[in-house]
């Protein structure tokens, strides 16, 4: 059973409308929580990264949440744009567990006009 | 400051050739990674790698794979006697230093082909 689980699997959403993804871990303890997009083709690349002690991290349009008590994280995105269509992909670093990360299987998101 | 590099992009093979998969990391960054990427799955830990040091390979495969981070170069990944279920997008990604929130940038991918 993979330890990062994330729903929903994919979504399609109209452009400048808001979508929020959700990501259930049972990596514990854990160091640090990462949500990264991936374009198709390419490499992921980093959004945010929240310590266990944070509850909230925004880049830009993405903002991220940590609930480290119910173990469940989001990434909400605003205003959406057709260069959002990607991956998006929760990713955890346990605790004692070196710098080996742990990917969820991701979010495929779709901006339509 | 370029990103990381990893060379080739495609890569195709038939069973039981070698693949041998590159990856410069960005410039400053000595710690390097490797993640497999099976069609339809998430990215998973192969090996973490410091100038000329495996630090963590209970990724990888105990057979057939192998990987390296010379003094001088590149890291290489190395695959012996190909099979079909090595067929993959093999990520790279680096980071300046072993802290666990150091972010780790990403290659391209090199994406393997098993005929």
């Known amino acids: 059973k993979n330890q990062v689980e994330q729903s929903p699997q994919s979504l399609i959403i109209l452009e400048g409308k808001n979508c929020t993804l959700q990501c259930n871990y049972t990596v514990s303890p854990f160091s640090n929580l990462r949500w990264y997009k991936q374009d198709t083709g390419r490499g992921p690349v980093s959004l945010t990264i929240?310590?266990?002690?944070?509850n909230t991290k925004s880049n830009g349009r993405y903002t991220a949440t940590l609930d480290a008590d119910t173990k469940q994280s989001s990434l909400h995105i605003t205003a959406s744009q057709l260069s959002d269509s990607a991956s998006y992909i929760c990713?955890?670093?346990?605790?004692?567990?070196?710098?080996?990360?742990?990917f969820g299987t991701g979010t495929q998101l779709k901006v339509e006009l | 400051n370029a990103g990381v590099m990893q060379n080739p992009r495609h890569l195709v093979r038939r069973r039981g050739q070698e693949a041998r998969l590159r990856c410069s990391p960005m410039?400053?960054?000595?710690?390097v990674y490797w993640y497999r990427q099976l069609p339809e799955e998430g990215l998973k830990f192969m090996v973490y790698l410091q100038k000329e040091n495996i630090i963590d390979e209970s990724g990888m495969p105990k057979e057939r794979f192998s990987a390296e981070f010379p003094k001088e170069g590149p890291s290489i990944l190395r695959i012996q006697q190909v099979v079909r279920g090595d067929s993959a997008a093999y990520f790279c990604?680096?980071?300046?230093?072993?802290?666990?929130?150091?972010?780790?940038?990403f290659g391209p991918g090199t994406r393997l082909t098993v005929l």
């Open positions: 990604a680096s980071s300046p230093g072993s802290q666990r929130t150091d972010t780790q940038y």
């Open positions: 410039k400053g960054h000595s710690h």
């Open positions: 929240m310590t266990f002690s944070e």
């Open positions: 990713v955890v670093s346990p605790t004692g567990g070196g710098n080996k990360l742990t």
